[in-house]
């Protein structure tokens, strides 16, 4: 069963294997150079107070962490999770293959676990596979990165990974076509990650908010995954891990609950 | 009309009736079966619905083990609602469902583990190869065969290591039977496994199914809309029209039950006396061409065609016509339409 699930992921993944590996290269060819203190200093918006100084392992740390796990790279790795999950069981569906699954004396618990498992397993893979770029690329160059901080910012991408797949699955069993399940799924991982954010800007914009910033912050996923300070070794999230942990999990059970119910 | 539905519904009552152990009771008071005495599949009251659209409605059904039935109906007339009911993919919306002895609803992985079923729409994954889809089913069956799998894949002559998107819709049909056959089944559902094949492949499909499977005592229970394929293999056979099963029975019994009586007038004959024919007990369907009538009769059709000869007109001739399964079939599935 594993080995059938791996034959069908092997076409979307396989393009993934790209995702680590341009992380890499750009890592890799990006000038030594590059990394002095006026660039990290702009990106951190304190030119006149660092132009002089010496680059700092938090400095080295933010501009690796902006090469690596907050790139459009990683961003496609987020879009290889919906394709994944979208596909698990509205392409069962959509082929007419699910009766054929559906009549082996499995339980359709298991069915969907195995899928989502061999999906989470590879998804991982992928995301080691950039924690290695993000570990060994910089430290040839002489900036080391804290391993403890790149392994917690994995594993909170690879939860973050994980969420998506888990919406896309929900939106598998939900839907019957592989594609529209991908753009719902994309679209409600969008509004539940950022879209807290975007109307507090919004809100700011116009003069409406009533609301705390960090309230909204809270609010919204991507802050719990993204997380520059445990990155640069400075802080273990544990609110982080928890939170992600959870609302990776919260998506699986909804889908395992509805595929019970699903007659086909 | 009324009284040929009326009729029909007698039909489906009488058929019940051929399990008298079902007959007097109400499904609560059903006396414990051991499974391996029960039914192959034993259907009560069952309801199925699509949204606000029944697609089964109020179906009784009991396939003795070791038969062959062939359901027939039209297209839409709830084939593939009954076989996918059967395995558990779509829960009744009324009435109970077992198959071996086990409730579809609250023992679906028994039953799975216990039937062997071949889709209408031929649904294999076809980037596998053969052995690797044998590989898949091995390890999500509770017991796999691959001795037997691979004695009918050189029954059918099937290539040893070929991918199945490379295979001809007939060779995929026969692969899914190999693989049906894996788990050494009980009980064999077949949805339409002819529809779309051609003559020889429907042929070798058939005869396998009668010469090798049906002999070995396995209850095959198989859909179709063709019905000379039907006739071929079944010994029992059910007619479905739209959600609803209007006649049910050994093809033998229905064979010697169903006759067709055909009457010609010396003048043409009033419409007064065809519905006098109409109303003779044990008729189902009358039909008119000229002075000639052919009424099918369910039942005494000799004593129907006595009564014929005593009506009050004159007569050239009253004969007794066997009838085959299709035209039994035609006749209860035209019902209804213009």
């Known amino acids: 069963m594993i080995a059938k699930e791996l034959r069908e992921a092997k076409w979307k993944v396989l393009p993934g294997l790209l995702i680590p590996l341009f992380i890499a290269l750009n890592l890799v060819f990006t000038s030594p150079a590059d990394i002095d203190a006026t660039y990290v200093a702009h990106r951190l918006h304190n030119l006149s107070a660092v132009a002089s100084q010496p680059v700092s392992a938090y400095d080295s740390a ?82 080391p990165q804290h391993p403890g901080g790149v392994v917690i910012s994995i594993i909170l991408f690879w939860l973050e990974t994980l969420f998506v797949l888990g919406v896309a699955l929900v939106c598998s069993v939900v839907i019957r076509g592989t594609l529209l399940a991908m753009i719902v799924a994309l679209v409600s991982v969008f509004l539940m990650s950022d879209l807290p954010t975007y109307l507090y800007n919004l809100a700011q914009d116009f003069g409406w908010s009533t609301i705390t910033h960090n309230s909204v912050v809270a609010l919204s996923l991507g802050t719990y995954w993204s997380n520059l300070d445990a990155f640069a070794g400075n802080s273990f999230p544990w609110q982080s891990l928890l939170v992600s942990v959870i609302v990776a999990a919260i998506p699986v059970i909804v889908a395992l609950v509805l595929f019970r119910r699903r007659a086909y | 009309m009324a009284q040929v539905t009326a009729l029909m519904e007698e039909e489906r009552l009488n058929v019940t009736a051929l399990h008298p152990q079902h007959d007097e009771l109400t499904p609560a008071q059903y006396p414990p079966l051991s499974r391996s005495s029960s039914p192959a599949i034993e259907i009560n009251n069952l309801v199925v619905s699509y949204g606000k659209r029944r697609a089964i409605e109020g179906l009784t059904l009991v396939v003795p083990r070791g038969s062959v039935y062939g359901l027939l109906g039209a297209n839409g007339a709830g084939k593939t609602t009954i076989i996918k009911t059967l395995l558990g993919f779509r829960p009744p919306n009324g009435g109970s469902v077992r198959v071996l002895g086990y409730d579809v609803v ?213 004969e007794v016509v066997n009838l085959n399964l299709e035209h039994i079939a035609l006749a209860y599935l035209m019902e209804g339409r213009p």
């Open chain 1, 62 to 143: 933010v501009w690796i962490f902006s090469f690596t796990l907050n790139t459009g790279f990683a961003f496609m790795l987020l879009v290889l999770a919906a394709a994944l999950g979208a596909g698990l069981i509205a392409s069962e569906t959509s082929r007419g293959s699910m009766f054929f699954l559906l009549s082996r004396p499995v339980s359709r618990d298991r069915l969907l676990l195995t899928k989502y498992a061999v999906c989470a397993a590879l998804l991982l893979g992928l995301v080691v596979l950039i924690g290695l770029a993000a570990l060994v690329v910089p430290a040839a160059y002489g900036h």
């Open chain 2, 106 to 318: 609250r023992q679906r992985l028994e039953v799975c583990a216990r039937v062997g079923y071949v889709s209408e729409e031929n649904s294999l994954y076809t980037y596998l190869t053969i052995p690797q889809i044998c590989a898949f089913c091995r390890d999500t069956s509770r017991q796999w065969h691959q001795d037997i799998v691979d004695r009918y894949l050189r029954l059918f002559d099937l290539p040893g290591n070929a991918k199945i998107g490379k295979l001809s819709k007939g060779m995929r049909m026969q692969l899914a039977l190999c693989l049906a056959l894996g788990n050494d089944p009980d009980l064999l559902l077949l949805d339409e496994p002819t529809a779309g094949l051609d003559p020889i492949a429907r042929h070798t499909f058939l005869s396998t199914l009668v010469g090798d499977i049906a002999s070995e005592g396995k209850t095959i229970f198989f859909s179709s809309h063709i019905l000379a394929d039907v006739e071929a293999v079944a010994d029992w056979v059910g007619i479905l029209r739209s959600g609803r099963l209007v006649l049910s029975g050994e093809l033998d019994t229905l064979k010697q039950t169903h006759k067709l009586v055909r009457v010609t007038y010396a003048e043409l004959p009033p419409e007064s006396e065809l519905d006098a024919l109409r109303a003779l007990p044990g008729v189902v369907n009358v039909e008119q061409e000229g002075r000639s009538v052919r009424l099918r009769v369910r039942g005494d059709a000799d004593a129907l065609a006595t009564s014929v000869q005593e009506r009050p007109y004159a007569l050239r001739d009253v």
